[in-house]
């Protein structure tokens, strides 16, 4: 019976999954659907959880991701309310390189340790940097340089 006391308010039920626009504001929530009825995309990771800032009464609810980033997300999207479980997740250990392995993690190599076939900072007598006195300064593997405010990535598609 008292347990059904604290739960007579469904929405504060840890666990239930509604639209945005049922819950309150400072809402914990987990596994948001970034377009209605997609299903969770956000928010799934072991230990995370995300807040609602905004009482979410208009077409737009503003939350909170645990990065610190504040996106809005339509009220119609479902999530979870609590947090994803197995908070301690990110403190284990790994035991040997073959761990990192089993976990799909490949080895970081070096651009100077490369030959110049590989990589435009390869080759060179014992350790040179970038293309020895020439020196061309850092650039990506693909021979784009990376500093100086130059972007490397692919190119943002605009709204």
């Known amino acids: 019976m008292m347990n059904q006391m604290m739960y007579s ?3 504060s ?7 945005l626009s049922a819950m309150r504001i400072g ?3 987990h596994n948001i659907e970034l377009n209605p009825g997609q299903g969770g995309k956000l928010v799934r990771a072991a230990g995370t959880s995300a807040k609602i800032l905004k009482e979410p009464t208009s077409a737009y609810c503003l939350i909170q991701m645990p990065s610190g980033v504040k996106k809005l997300i339509d009220s119609r999207c479902r999530a979870t309310i609590g ?9 284990r250990k790994l035991r040997k390189a073959g761990h990192s392995r089993w976990l799909g993690r490949r080895p970081v ?5 490369m030959n ?5 900072h390869g080759g060179g007598e014992g350790k040179s940097k970038s293309s020895g006195k020439w020196g061309k ?3 990506t ?8 405010g130059y972007k490397t990535g692919p190119l943002k598609r605009r709204r």
């Open 83 to 91: 947090v994803v479980s197995n908070p301690s997740h990110g403190d």
């Open 13 to 19: 039920r840890i666990g239930s999954c509604m639209p």
């Open 141 to 148: 593997p693909w021979g784009k340089p990376t500093k100086s």
């Open 27 to 29: 809402t914990i929530i």
């Open 109 to 113: 190599v070096r651009g100077v340790a």
């Open 116 to 120: 110049p076939v590989d990589h435009p």
């Open 137 to 139: 300064g850092s650039r």
């Open 9 to 11: 308010d469904i929405n």
